[in-house]
């Protein structure tokens, strides 16, 4: 496998060119408009540009995938995730190769997979590289402007930029809330500003020992997905339930207070608790 990086200091914008010896054929990564450049490379290593791909939609340079592939008579690969609103318009007219996560194509023996890494842009694709010749695991990652060495890309550039509004949080944490109030005993305009913020809200026993009326006011509209209830310590226990720590019947006591609030059947409201844990705190569950 024969890797290449090509730089270019005034735009400060990296392009790599990926080949295979065996099959003379060769894989850009990202490359800009210059697509010379990139043809005289492959020439002069004795490859063919067989397949062109980017990371993600580019707006600080002019991208020349679609130039190049169309030059080299190449295979066009680009991303199908982001939804509606970040698909390549040219996509079918080009008859480009659509990849979603986990898709997979060679060049000669060399495999690269895509994996859809939303943060700096909503489709925004990792290629993992594996060198069939002499490897069984990836030894490469193109990531784009996902992370760098040290560092990581910025996820709040179409928010400042083009006004989309939430895609900052939205790009960073995906459906997973970065943080969660917890104990919440406040006022619903209080709830509505940390909602707005993308964080989760937490009910534990407290609701039952202060502002009970506001926190139910609070309980009936919190969305599923931001909606947690937990108990951590003897404090905020229910009135009367013994005073010792992470006693489960806290929680189920706390959540049939949360599923009256919101004029539901515990039973129901349960499924929609489990998810909203699983998705804010991913590696544990606790046993109840």
């Not at 060049?107 to 489709?123: F, M, R, W, Y």
């Not at 809330?177 to 104990?183: C, F, K, Q, R």
Request: proline share 7%; hydrophobic share 45%.
């Amino acid at each position: 496998m024969l890797l290449h990086r090509i730089w270019d200091p005034k735009l400060a914008q990296a392009s790599y060119l990926i080949g295979c010896t065996e099959a003379q054929e060769a894989l850009v990564i990202d490359p800009n408009r210059d697509v010379d450049q990139y043809l005289a490379l492959a020439a002069s290593l004795q490859l063919r540009v067989a397949h062109v791909t980017e990371t993600h939609i580019h707006a600080d340079f002019c991208s020349g995938a679609r130039e190049l592939a169309a030059r080299a008579k190449a295979k066009l690969y680009l991303s199908d995730e982001g939804g509606d609103d970040w698909r390549y318009a040219f996509a079918a007219s080009d008859g480009a190769i659509l990849l979603h996560d986990g898709d997979r194509f060679t060049v000669g023996n060399i495999s690269v997979q895509a994996l859809h890494t939303p943060g700096h842009t909503p489709e925004h694709l990792t290629f993992l590289v594996t060198d069939g010749a002499a490897a069984t695991e990836p030894i490469a990652a193109v990531t784009g402007d996902f992370v760098f060495v040290g560092d990581v890309g910025r996820p709040d550039l179409l928010e400042r930029a083009a006004g989309v509004g939430g895609s900052a949080w939205a790009a960073a944490f995906g459906e997973r809330p970065p943080a969660v109030i917890h104990s919440f005993s406040g006022p619903v305009d209080y709830a509505q500003a940390v909602l707005d913020l993308g964080l989760a809200i937490s009910f534990s026993g407290l609701v039952f020992r202060r502002g009970e009326e506001p926190s139910r006011d609070v309980a009936s509209f919190v969305p599923p997905e931001r909606l947690l209830v937990e108990t951590d310590s003897p404090f905020l226990a229910p009135p009367g339930a013994p005073r010792s720590r992470n006693e489960p019947e806290w929680v189920r006591v706390t959540a049939a207070w949360v599923a009256d609030a919101r004029a539901v059947d515990p039973e129901a409201l349960g499924p929609d608790l489990v998810g909203a844990y699983d998705r804010t705190f991913p590696r544990s569950r606790p046993r109840l």
